[in-house]
C-alpha cells in the first residue's frame, strides 16, 4: 500500500502539536498539484495524506505546514509561517513517514519508519 504520514513535535512544549494543517503536493511541470490535506490529530499525526487507492509515482513531493495558524491559536509568535519539507520519491518506492519537530524559531525533519 503506499503511504505518506507525519508526525509533528512540538519540541518547545514537549508535546504533539495538535491541530496542525498540513498539506501533500506533487510537482507537475513547474506547478505544484495538491493532492490531499490533514489536520494533526491530537498525537500530533496524520497517518495517511495520500488518497486512498493513490499511486505513488516517481517524483517530487512537498508537505506544506500551517505553523502560522498553529502557533497564533497559542499566542506564540513564531520565525515561520509555513514549513515546507521537499522529498523524492523513487521508483519501487511506496512508504514515507517523514517527521517533523517544531519550535518557535527553528524546525528539523528526517525520513521516519
Not at 57 to 73: K, M, Q, S
Amino acid at each position: 500500500m503506499n503511504h505518506i504520514s507525519t508526525h509533528v513535535l512540538d519540541t518547545s512544549l514537549g508535546k504533539p502539536a495538535v491541530g496542525v494543517m498540513v498539506r501533500l503536493e506533487k510537482r507537475e511541470t513547474d506547478d505544484w498539484l495538491s493532492l490531499g490535506s490533514a489536520q494533526t490529530d491530537s498525537d500530533g499525526r496524520c497517518r495517511q495524506l495520500l488518497p486512498e487507492s493513490s499511486s505513488l509515482p516517481e517524483g517530487w513531493y512537498r508537505l506544506v505546514f500551517d505553523t502560522g495558524a498553529y502557533y497564533a491559536i497559542q499566542h506564540v509568535t513564531g520565525l515561520y509561517p509555513t514549513v515546507e519539507i521537499i522529498f523524492e520519491v523513487r521508483t519501487g518506492e511506496s512508504h514515507f513517514h517523514i517527521p517533523l519537530l517544531l519550535s518557535p524559531n527553528g524546525f528539523t525533519t528526517y525520513r521516519g519508519s
